[in-house]
């Protein structure tokens, strides 16, 4: 299988290209390889969306202030941590 045909075929390493993309600069052939694969595709470009989207939202929600208030309410908190002991306890 040559070079062109792994990334074709491999949704892992484009969506990892995709998170990386958000968060640092891809070399010039990473930026190839994706825009190859993307281009074929349709489910690692709807990651893609819902990714910038997600992190979008998680950016604004850390630096605006409105957010910066959000804490969980201590019987969910409470609900969380058993229901983590419950799946613990399981195995």
Do not use: W
């Amino acid at each position: 299988m040559g070079p062109l045909k792994k990334i074709q075929y491999n949704c892992r390493k484009a969506t990892f290209l995709i998170e990386k993309k958000q968060l640092a600069s891809l070399t010039l052939r990473e930026k190839l390889e994706l825009r190859i694969h993307l281009a074929g595709c349709s489910i690692c470009r709807t990651f893609e969306k819902q990714s910038i989207l997600i992190n979008r939202m998680v950016k604004d929600m850390f630096t605006n202030s409105q957010h910066q208030q959000f804490t969980l309410d201590d019987d969910y908190k409470k609900q969380l941590q058993d229901k983590i002991d419950q799946q613990l306890n399981k195995n």
